[in-house]
């Protein structure tokens, strides 16, 4: 059993930032491929940006410009900075993990979901 939390949703204006976090705790594995994701009410499902441990990041060309996906080993914490928010970017967070990593790449099916965080601006 894997369990992600994430934390640091809330409310913002138009033009704010926020940072999510994704606490991963007590990771089982030395390699894992992880990412953002979100969805919009009536909307599907919408990949963000996946990280592996290497570092190595991929993006979807949408969120490039003002979302940034980071990690803390150290901390087993998974980071989204989020930049220059619309109200097109309200939805509920969340982050996904794979264990062991492996292919890492926006395509990559996640297999642990955390419960999600809102994000709500206006």
């Known amino acids: 059993h894997v369990q992600l939390v994430e934390s640091g949703g809330g409310s913002v204006q138009a033009g704010g930032s926020l940072r999510l976090s994704c606490a991963a705790p007590g990771y089982r594995y030395d390699t894992y491929c992880m990412g953002w994701f979100r969805q919009a009410p009536g909307k599907a499902r919408e990949g963000i940006a996946v990280?592996?441990?290497?570092?190595?990041?991929a993006y979807a060309e949408s969120m490039k410009d003002r979302f940034t996906i980071s990690v803390d080993n150290a901390k087993n914490t998974l980071y989204l900075q989020m930049n220059s928010l619309k109200p097109e970017d309200t939805a509920t967070y969340y982050c996904a993990a794979q264990y062991p990593g492996g292919g890492c790449g926006m395509t990559t099916t996640l297999r642990y979901w955390g419960q999600g965080t809102q994000v709500t601006v206006s």
């Open positions: 990280i592996d441990s290497d570092g190595d990041t």
